[in-house]
């Protein structure tokens, strides 16, 4: 990679963007052909849902490269006081620089400030590799979803387990 370019990429900023950004992303280049792609999801950790989901706060964020959106994630508290980490994606163009784990590191300190007992997510296991680098376990084995053949739940602890 040219210097010059890590360079650029490693000071592009992570900030809060609308859910009508994250949408536009999420249904063109993550989840195509998907129709009901809600602001948060009502899922719980390892099992179950709660609609209460969707009345606790949720973030997005983006890294813009000018004017295109190149990289979002994002998190939301869940009923169960655990914050989910949900639609990470990064441009093809701009992979393997370290702004997927970036914006995964962004969204735990997210759900640290809200004093949620964990993060946890749902990874597909092509990208395993960028949550484990971000600090998560994985806590299940792969099972097939509505959006992958192989996903796993894996959790960020807050405190130390002991
Ligand atoms: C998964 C995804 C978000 C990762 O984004 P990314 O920006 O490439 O992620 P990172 O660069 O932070 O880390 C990914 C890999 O690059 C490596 N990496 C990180 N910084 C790096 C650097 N400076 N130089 C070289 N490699 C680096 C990481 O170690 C990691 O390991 P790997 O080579 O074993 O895969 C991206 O591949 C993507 O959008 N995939 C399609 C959508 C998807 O699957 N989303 C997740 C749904 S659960």
Known sequence: MAPFYYFQVMMMMIINITFLEIKSVW?????????????????LYLSGYSMTNFQLPAFYFGIY????LIGVNSGHLCDD???????????????????GVRLLQKTIAAGKSLNAKFCWSLPRKTSWPAYERAGFNLTSDWIKTDTSDANAYCKHDYQPQG
């Open 27 to 43: 249904q063109n280049e993550l989840w195509p052909g998907r129709k009901d792609i809600e602001t948060v999801s009502a899922m």
């Open 65 to 68: 490269d000018t004017t295109k």
């Open 81 to 99: 006081g655990s914050f989910r980490s949900r639609g990470l994606w990064v441009d093809p163009n701009h992979r393997k620089n370290g702004l």
